[in-house]
């Protein structure tokens, strides 16, 4: 470990705030490029399994009027 | 008689938007394993037990963020070249999905690599930016990334959409030597190259061993995000195929 303690490790030697900025952005940015693709996907599905459901119960009723 | 040119079989099989999306679906946790566990050994190692740089202190631990994010946007780049190309001459669907995902990737790792760039400048040589030659050629690069983007979203035409993109990426690589070799063609405040395949780097190993093993995530994370990106595109444009209701009815 190149620090003495946590307060100093925070500190960065006083460039603290720089360090943990360009950190945090990376984070941001990281978390981002997995999240969206995921969240793309699911949004996607979901859409497609109402459209196969609407269509379903459309095909069910034209199905029922036939017979009548 | 001429003898035909082929590529090998693989190739062909990528051109299948199918078989594409469960492939990158097998490798797709290994990729995720590999990248967490060396981001993470990476970001412990060069934030904690590096030693601090006898010039710049403790604030040169951002280039554990800084060059892996700078490799990256421009390797993004020539993989969103050659993919356009790819997908130009051999009007391979895939290899359009593969063009049209790095686009926003790439952006936001031109747009890490600048912004921690900027951090790193102002306490390093006292301001946020210069319109250096290393500076401006990375934020052509972002302006690139963005114009692919806005291409490929505003052209209602996939295939026109990939077209112009594939256009526009291989008109723009010209900007990638310029980014490597702008260090070395004009007097810069940018430093020189950390890392170069012929010569040792003039960094203490304690230093850039963590570099080089952040490279090497942040090259896995890349393929994951990618092939995440990727397999939503081949799922949107392949919706009216068979194997994509299956799937989702499978759900």
Redesign the interface.
Known sequence: ???DSFTD?ID?????L??W???S??LV??A???VS??L??KQ??AE??RR?KREQRLNERKASESTQ | MAKTWKMPTWFYRLGSPRWSFEIMGKLLPWFAIAAALLMACGVVWGLAFAPADYQQGNSFRIIYIHVPSAILAQSCYMLMAVAGAVSLIWKMKVADMVAKSCAPIGATLAVLALATGAIWGKPTWGTWWVWDARLTAMLILLFLYIGVYTLHSAIENEITAGKAGAVLSLVGIVNIPIIKYSVEWWNTLHQGSTFTVTERPKMAPEMWMPLLVMVVGFYCFFTVVLMLRTRAEILEREKRSSWVKELVEAR
């Open positions: 470990m190149y620090f490790f960065m030697g006083g460039h603290g720089y360090v900025l360009a950190y952005i990376a940015i990281v981002f490029n997995v693709p995921i793309r996907k996607f599905i497609y399994r196969l």
